[in-house]
Nanobody
Framework: VQLQASGGGLVQAGGSLRLSCAAS????????MGWYRQAPGRQRELVAR???????NYANSVKGRFAISRDNAKKTVYLQMNSLKPEDTAVYYC???????????????WGQGTLVTVSS
């Protein structure tokens, strides 16, 4: 099982970016998927997550600006980021609680990280 993230880049404050993360490999089921971020010198923190049924929750710092969604058929989770601020600069990691094919229990999988840089 692999998670492949894409969509990071350099954007000016106030701009937008859309991150994508696609799961691949032998997968029986994908439960909750989410996005985390880690800024230099700081711990990794939850940005947003979405259950298989579509329920979402967000970090207070991104509420009203970011939107998480998923396409279960494509095994892909998205993060639409609007009104970006310099403090959103970080490496963004996608996460999936995935049940591999042939097993019964979910495991945590992480994407490789994609850098988002917001200039002031």
């Amino acid at each position: 099982v692999q998670l492949q993230a894409s969509g990071g880049g350099l954007v000016q404050a106030g701009g937008s970016l859309r991150l994508s993360c696609a799961a691949s490999g032998g997968i029986a089921r994908i439960n909750t998927m989410g996005w985390y971020r880690q800024a230099p010198g700081r711990q990794r923190e939850l940005v947003a997550r979405i259950t298989s049924g579509g329920s979402t929750n967000y970090a207070n710092s991104v509420k009203g600006r970011f939107a998480i969604s998923r396409d279960n058929a494509k095994k892909t989770v998205y993060l639409q980021m609007n009104s970006l601020k310099p403090e959103d600069t970080a490496v963004y990691y996608c996460n999936g609680q995935i049940i591999p094919a042939g097993t019964m229990w979910p495991r945590d999988y992480w994407g490789q990280g994609t850098l988002v840089t917001v200039s002031s």
